[in-house]
């Protein structure tokens, strides 16, 4: 090989190595195309993260309004959630395989106000 040869050789060689080195440090670097990446994603499943919270923020500020303003849902909501009823309602219950046959489970009637107690 004569010099000349040589010496594009070791150019193209050293060439090269910049090339591969620069190449990997734009990929795998502290601010990389992989990190960006990343950055990416992370953002896509916050912004989806903020979406749902915006939804469920609503949804509160719309019960809360029906509350404010619905007697009707109200009272659903008590019988539902507080488990409570109306004066002189009779409440049947059923025996559940998995609960032990009690009294409160066959059934009670209550009558006037609620206090809480079942």
Same mark, same amino acid.
């Given at each position: 090989?004569?010099?000349? $040869?040589r $010496? +594009?050789?070791?150019?193209? =060689?050293?060439? +090269?190595c910049?090339? !591969?080195?620069?190449?990997?440090?734009?990929?795998?670097g502290r601010?990389? +195309?992989?990190?960006?990446? #990343?950055?990416?994603?992370?953002?896509?499943? !916050? %912004?989806?993260? =903020? $979406?749902?919270?915006? %939804?469920?923020?609503q949804?509160l500020?719309?019960? =809360?309004?029906?509350?404010?303003? @619905?007697?009707?849902?109200?009272?659903?909501?008590? #019988? $539902?959630?507080?488990?409570?009823? #109306?004066? @002189?309602?009779?409440i049947?219950?059923?025996?559940?395989d998995?609960e032990p @046959?009690?009294?409160?489970?066959?059934?009670? #009637?209550?009558?006037?106000?609620?206090?809480?107690?079942?």
């Amino acid at each position: 090989m004569s010099a000349g $040869k040589r $010496k +594009f050789l070791r150019t193209s =060689i050293a060439l +090269f190595c910049v090339i !591969c080195f620069v190449v990997a440090w734009l990929a795998f670097g502290r601010h990389g +195309f992989i990190h960006l990446y #990343r950055v990416g994603k992370e953002r896509q499943a !916050c %912004e989806q993260r =903020i $979406k749902k919270l915006i %939804e469920e923020n609503q949804a509160l500020f719309d019960e =809360i309004q029906r509350l404010r303003t @619905d007697p009707g849902y109200v009272e659903q909501v008590a #019988r $539902k959630e507080l488990g409570l009823v #109306r004066e @002189d309602e009779i409440i049947y219950r059923f025996k559940n395989d998995k609960e032990p @046959d009690t009294a409160t489970n066959q059934g009670t #009637r209550r009558r006037g106000k609620q206090d809480g107690n079942k």
